[in-house]
């Protein structure tokens, strides 16, 4: 609850520097960032893959080792995040840097700028790259506070740097490009030394063991096949969207990632405190605990999210125009669509999580993979057949209930014996039964005539915020669930004197 009060935090902070950065940058430049930072994106898949190895070996090595292979797994996470850093920046200033000047629908006056972010933004990559050992280590211990502090930490570096953008004078595009590798190299900072004061994991030495490089290595292998396949074509999409319909398009859809980010914060703290504890109960044979622990994170991530969905979704139009003032055609579309792929992808993280709780995921990344990279495929189709440009993200939204299908069906036969008719009953069907009480009221309170903008904002936002939660507490929270949540409540209140 602590974190989730916190997230609220973020999310106001960070909706508020995006207007300031969207309107000091203006919408070319805009759009300019989110294309070029999206070549780098591209060539950090193989990091990716090998942040989520590095979680899941710390976890299991704080559940069932020792402090020395503690530490010699931290230290093998360092050095082959260096040597995928090395990688990236190579990648990125031979066949990135020939993307950028070659292939991206830039204005030919801005290119010069857009070279220079883009060399910002290799450097800031790769120090980020460096960063994730650190993270996956107070994930790993399960010091959740500490996270979600440093978290508020980065907002708020982020923050001044809109602020700044404002004042300093000179190209805002290249000025906003450095002050955002600034607030990466403060980061760095502060996670290594906190890590390296309270984790006696988190002290470098040298690696020797070659059983743990190797494990590292495999596990982040087919995880590899997977991410890549991920990013390639999430990036894939956004660089056909430029191509068909050039940058503007890509502010809107920039518009709708800032916000999706934004609002996946709120449930990506709980998601982030149940994964070790997952990790835990698979390596040591817990499969009881698992089952019910793994429903339980789908279903409440289910219920914070739409506690914040539903709102936002009806209130989308005024928001945007308060936010940002002018905003660009179709991101109210891009908006609601991708919010929706967010909840879908949102309630099926616990299930990846699990089933790559296990060292040997080669099954579950070729199959996943062969259905999502139809993505780009059908999204080339569908664009060359010039139909409107959010229709990507409805296509992803197929995608995604596809994926869901697959997830299920390979857990079939797994040694746990999850329970799948249970999963989908309670984090699919009574959901979103229940939760058509709250969207039919809220469709009923728009009909209200109110003129003022800010008041019909607030007014309705609240109360269609009142109704999900209170369907939710009454409908879809159990007996124990109401009860632990009436006690955590009752320590917030002052004692009495």
Request: aromatic share 14%.
């Amino acid at each position: 609850m602590y974190l989730y009060l916190r997230m609220f935090v973020i999310l106001v902070v960070s909706l508020y520097t995006t207007r300031i950065v969207f309107n000091a940058l203006g919408v070319e430049d805009y759009g300019i960032y989110n294309v070029v930072g999206g070549v780098i994106v591209f060539f950090t898949f193989i990091n990716t893959s090998l942040t989520g190895a590095t979680q899941r070996f710390l976890t299991a090595e704080l559940a069932e080792g020792n402090p020395d292979s503690q530490r010699e797994v931290f230290s093998t996470a360092i050095a082959a995040h260096l040597l995928i850093g090395l990688a990236v920046v190579l990648l990125g200033e031979t066949i990135g840097l020939w993307f950028l000047n070659s292939v991206l629908n830039i204005p030919p006056e801005r290119m010069h700028a857009a070279n220079i972010v883009y060399q910002l933004s290799i450097l800031s990559t790769f120090i980020s790259l460096l960063q994730a050992p650190f993270e996956a280590s107070i994930n790993a211990y399960e010091k959740m506070s500490v996270y979600a502090w440093f978290s508020i930490f980065d907002v708020l570096f982020k923050l001044g740097v809109a602020f700044l953008i404002m004042t300093l004078s000179g190209d805002k595009l290249i000025v906003y490009g450095l002050l955002l590798l600034a607030v990466r190299v403060l980061n760095i900072l502060i996670y290594g030394f906190y890590c390296h004061r309270n984790f006696p994991m988190c002290r470098f030495k040298r690696p020797r063991g070659r059983k743990t490089f190797k494990g590292l290595f495999s596990y982040t292998g087919w995880a590899v096949f997977g991410t890549a396949t991920y990013v390639g074509t999430n990036q894939g999409v956004t660089m056909l969207v430029n191509y068909f319909n050039g940058v503007i398009v890509n502010a809107a859809m920039g518009i709708s990632n800032q916000i999706v980010n934004v609002v996946s914060r709120f449930v990506a703290s709980f998601q982030t405190a149940f994964r070790p504890q997952i990790v835990k109960y698979y390596v040591t044979g817990n499969s009881e605990d698992l089952s019910k622990l793994t429903i339980r994170a789908s279903r409440m991530s289910a219920y914070l999210l739409l506690l914040i969905l539903v709102p936002i979704c009806f209130e989308i139009k005024d928001f945007l125009g308060i936010w940002l003032g002018e905003y660009p055609q179709y991101a109210v579309e891009f908006c609601l669509l991708t919010l929706l792929c967010l909840y879908l992808e949102t309630i099926s993280n616990p299930l990846i999580t699990l089933i790559t709780s296990d060292k040997d995921i080669r099954k579950y990344q070729i199959t996943v993979s062969l259905i999502y990279s139809t993505n780009l495929i059908l999204c080339w189709l569908a664009l060359a057949l010039n139909v409107v440009p959010y229709m990507v993200i409805v296509i992803r939204l197929a995608i995604d209930l596809a994926l869901i299908a697959a997830r299920l069906l390979l857990m079939r036969g797994k040694w746990y014996d999850f329970p799948i008719m249970e999963w989908l009953k309670k984090v699919v069907a009574k959901p979103l039964i229940v939760m058509a009480i709250p969207v039919a009221l809220s469709f009923l309170v728009q009909r209200i005539p109110v003129q003022s903008v800010w008041i019909r904002l607030f007014l309705f936002s609240g109360l269609s915020c009142l109704m999900s939660g209170a369907s939710i507490y009454l409908l879809l929270l159990e007996d124990g669930e109401k009860a632990f949540l009436r006690e955590r409540l009752s320590r917030l209140k002052p004692s009495a004197r």
